[in-house]
Structure formats: structure tokens, C-alpha cells
């Protein structure tokens, strides 16, 4: 992709996604939640996987690991987004 621009051809839209063009991928994720709808079910998705959320003391190694894969996946949402991860605070 030369130049960010919206995708009024979906073919080219698809083309750029499968080949993995960040620019594709950014300006894709960004139109999803860009809107308040979108950024609630971002929020939602951030607090389902515990992002912010203390771990006590008690949980196993491997819970932590699922846990910590959990929000590593969705600040990665948030990055695509085009959100920092500070977002998340």
C-alpha cells in the first residue's frame, strides 16, 4: 500500500489485509473501533482478559501465564487500534 487512504475498493482492501500490509491492518482495526460501540467492546475485551487487574498471590504459574497471554493479546488489540497502551490505564 503507497499511501493511507480509505478503502473504497473492498478487493484491494482484502489483497493488502492478506499480505499482511500494516497499513491495511491499521487502517482496518482502526475503522472497527473507532466508534463509541467499538471501543466499548475494546474496553470490554481489556477487562475480560484482566488488563489493570491485580493477580493475587495465590495463582499458579501456569494461571499466570494464561492470564498474562490474555492481556498481552488484548493491548495488542488496543495497539491496532491505533490506542496506546497507556489507553489501557
Not at 50 to 71: F, K, N, T, W
Request: no cysteine.
Amino acid at each position: 500500500m503507497s499511501k493511507p487512504y480509505k478503502y473504497v475498493d473492498h478487493a484491494r482492501l482484502v489483497a493488502d489485509l492478506k499480505a499482511d500490509d500494516g497499513g491495511a491492518i491499521a487502517w482496518a482495526y482502526g475503522q472497527v473501533f473507532s466508534s463509541q460501540v467499538g471501543r466499548l467492546v475494546l474496553t470490554h475485551q481489556l477487562a475480560e482478559a484482566g488488563v489493570g487487574s491485580p493477580r493475587g498471590p495465590g495463582m499458579s504459574a501456569e494461571d499466570g501465564r494464561y492470564h498474562d497471554g490474555r492481556a498481552d493479546h488484548a493491548l495488542a488489540l488496543l495497539n491496532l487500534a491505533g490506542f496506546g497502551a497507556m489507553s489501557a490505564a
